[in-house]
């Protein structure tokens, strides 16, 4: 449990992930996200939630303790925000950088996103709690709480 004064408690559980253009450019895995992961398995379960645009997630990830979930609707917007729902809104930490992360970034009780090499569209950016330029300093403040209570703490 995190508590940050005047902003919310955080009981965070899970981490959901959107895969390119937040944790993958070109569907290539970027380099340090895995040993990231790897520290983060220790407390949170990870989801990788994709499109898979470019059919790599699966070797990208491999050998990783993350759960995959590959879009199948028309809807990824309402497919992701779903998702995370499903896993309990308030225990999920989402991280994104498109227009179809807008809705998991909002109805996450921590939403972050990140502007990487795609960019970061208005919208996600808008619906997110804190912003970072790069997917490391993202996944490394749920290592470290009191950064995030120093970011939201009013």
Do not use: W
């Amino acid at each position: 449990m995190i508590e940050v004064p005047n902003f919310n408690t955080l009981d965070i559980r899970h981490i959901v992930c959107d895969y390119n253009g937040t944790i993958a450019k070109d569907g290539i895995l970027l380099p340090s996200v895995k040993s990231l992961f790897k520290k983060l398995e220790e407390t949170y379960t990870i989801h990788v939630i994709t499109a898979d645009t470019f059919g790599s997630v699966k070797t990208q990830l491999e050998g990783s303790n993350v759960t995959i979930k590959v879009l199948e609707s028309e809807d990824h917007t309402q497919e992701k925000s779903d998702y995370v729902r499903s896993l309990g809104a308030s225990h999920c930490v989402a991280i994104g950088n498109g227009n179809n992360d807008k809705a998991m970034l909002t109805v996450a009780e921590l939403g972050i996103a990140v502007i990487g090499a795609e960019g970061c569209a208005k919208d996600a950016l808008l619906s997110a709690d804190i912003l970072f330029d790069n997917i490391d300093g993202a996944l490394e403040i749920l290592m470290h709480e009191k950064r995030i209570v120093a970011t939201l703490r009013r």
